[in-house]
């Protein structure tokens, strides 16, 4: 690796190499079946996530005989190498069904969420980031998953720490590390921020001396591949991972890909290529949950396409409305921001 040629080595967990060294975010709504696939086909992606599982609604379905959980879906047949999170503060309940996705699923990877900020998960569910405050609970519990998935490897996921005035991600870190995590992914924001400020960088690059050899992925505000190259170079982490910014360019995947490994970036999709991968992320969807759900979500997988070209705001007006998939296909002709022919 030089300046010249900062081609990164693959990122090691555990037994598992992840080359490029860029994860997808587990995204709760939308990193579904047909998000991976969209990102898997368009390049540079080293680990796509689902989006988090309730343990405990894991085994509530199933004590009912239900079908297993949505959020599943795709999972066991879909290509590898592939990310399941799941969260939980019962250290039983997670580790059964750690070793379920492991073994029967064959996750690549069991992530645990210990980030996630939203009520129902961190209040209610004390689950999630309000974790962050017991660092030595989130040992324990990697220590359980781990011990359930071997030889899967388990990672965690957290934030800096519960407030500005409890940034403890040095303490939690070396707890994943020290229950035999395979890494750990910082997003550089406070549990009490939620998505607001920026994400602290320089707060996640302290955290590397302390860690004897487990990786460290940071994770926050990237959006572009120089934010991407400068992350590692100025931050020293072993990876990284992003979230919001693949929602509005899932082809910033391939795009960091090449800077990271010294080649000109790919250019843009033009308007058309956006257009044909909106159709495709819709047949997916569609696959999963019907034509009449799947338009419905559509409308909000849909409004982030665009972002920053001219004419967004009317393309995202018009796909908020969208109530057929007839509807989806005329706003994509019709109002696909520079796919408007004017004049010949
Ligand atoms: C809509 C949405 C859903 C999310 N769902 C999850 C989730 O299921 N699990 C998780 O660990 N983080 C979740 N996150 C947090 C992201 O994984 C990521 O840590 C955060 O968005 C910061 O990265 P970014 O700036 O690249 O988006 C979610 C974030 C958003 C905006």
Same mark, same amino acid.
């Given at each position: &690796?030089? $300046?010249?040629?900062?081609?990164? $080595?693959?990122?090691?967990?555990?037994?598992?190499?992840?080359?490029?060294?860029?994860?997808?975010?587990?995204?709760?709504?939308?990193?579904?079946?047909?998000?991976?696939?969209?990102?898997?086909?368009?390049?540079?992606?080293?680990?796509?996530?689902t989006e988090m599982l309730s343990a405990r609604g894991f085994l509530f379905l199933e004590d009912?005989?239900?079908a297993q959980p949505e959020r599943l879906w795709g999972v066991k047949d879909e290509p590898r190498p592939l990310a399941v999170q799941i969260w939980d503060n019962d250290p039983d309940k997670l580790a059964e069904v750690?070793? =379920?996705?492991?073994q029967e699923f064959r996750a690549s990877v069991v992530d645990l969420n210990f980030?996630?900020?939203?009520?129902?998960?961190?209040?209610?569910?004390?689950?999630?980031?309000?974790?962050?405050?017991? $660092?030595?609970?989130?040992?324990d519990l990697v220590a359980r998953v781990v011990t359930a998935c071997r030889p899967t490897p388990v990672t965690a996921k957290i934030r800096l720490g519960l407030a500005r005035d409890a940034v403890n991600a040095v303490d939690v870190a070396q707890a994943v590390e020290g229950a035999g995590g395979a890494?750990?992914?910082?997003?550089?924001?406070?549990?009490?921020?939620?998505?607001?400020?920026?994400?602290?960088?320089?707060?996640?690059?302290?955290?590397?001396?302390?860690?004897?050899? &487990?990786?460290?992925?940071?994770?926050?505000?990237?959006?572009?591949s120089d934010d991407v190259l400068q992350a590692f170079r100025r931050y020293g982490v072993d990876g990284v991972m992003i979230g919001r910014a693949a929602l509005r360019r899932p082809w910033l995947f391939r795009e960091a890909a090449a800077a990271l490994a010294g080649q000109p970036i790919p250019p843009?999709?033009?308007?058309?290529?956006?257009?044909?991968?909106?159709r495709e992320h819709f047949r997916l969807i569609v696959a999963q949950f019907g034509p009449e759900k799947g338009t419905v979500m559509m409308r909000a997988l849909a409004a982030p396409y665009a972002t920053g070209r001219p004419g967004v705001?009317?393309?995202?007006?018009?796909?908020?409305?969208?109530?057929?998939?007839?509807?989806?296909?005329?706003?994509?002709?019709?109002?696909?921001?520079?796919?408007?022919?004017?004049? =010949?």
């Open positions: &690796m030089t $300046p010249d040629n900062p081609e990164k $080595p693959p990122l090691r967990l555990g037994p598992l190499a992840i080359a490029p060294p860029i994860l997808a975010a587990p995204l709760a709504g939308f990193s579904n079946f047909a998000f991976r696939q969209i990102l898997r086909n368009l390049g540079g992606v080293g680990l796509p996530a009912r005989k239900q750690g070793r =379920r996705i492991a980030g996630c900020p939203a009520r129902d998960v961190a209040q209610k569910a004390e689950s999630g980031a309000y974790l962050l405050g017991d $660092p030595q609970r989130v040992g890494a750990v992914t910082v997003h550089g924001r406070t549990a009490d921020q939620l998505y607001r400020g920026r994400a602290d960088w320089d707060a996640i690059a302290r955290i590397k001396p302390h860690l004897k050899k &487990m990786p460290l992925i940071g994770n926050g505000d990237l959006k572009t843009e999709p033009t308007a058309e290529e956006q257009q044909e991968l909106l705001r009317r393309f995202r007006a018009a796909v908020a409305r969208i109530a057929t998939p007839e509807d989806f296909d005329r706003v994509l002709k019709e109002e696909y921001p520079g796919s408007l022919v004017v004049g =010949r």
